[in-house]
């Protein structure tokens, strides 16, 4: 059969890189460079650095409000992924940087 030209979804790159995968690495950084921080240190200078990006790039304040919403949601989610791999770990406030997994054999 010939091949059609189908819509398909946009992935995350394609919309600007604000899926996920894309805090979870912000996150992975923020994280790494503090050694100890709290989930609260790290999703105010996320929300502050993509506010940023927003105001630059003319975003509506009400699309805004439900930005910063969804980016402490997604640290959140990326803590606890990042948490689950044993990458980071959680003692009530604190966050504190393990460090990535090494593919040695052992």
Known sequence: TPTTDRKRPRRSSERGGKGLRHFSSKVCEKVKSKGVTTYLEVSEEL?????????????PSSANSFDVKNIR?????????????N?????????RWIGLPTNSLQ
């Not at 929300?47 to 975003?59: A, G, K, Q």
């Not at 997604?74 to 689950?84: E, I, K, M, P």
């Not at 990458?87 to 966050?95: G, M, R």
């Open 47 to 59: 929300v502050e650095e993509f506010s940023h990006h927003s105001i630059v790039n003319s975003t």
């Open 73 to 85: 949601r997604r640290v959140y989610d990326a803590l606890n992924v990042l948490c689950a791999m």
């Open 87 to 95: 990458i980071i770990s959680k003692d009530k406030k604190e966050i």
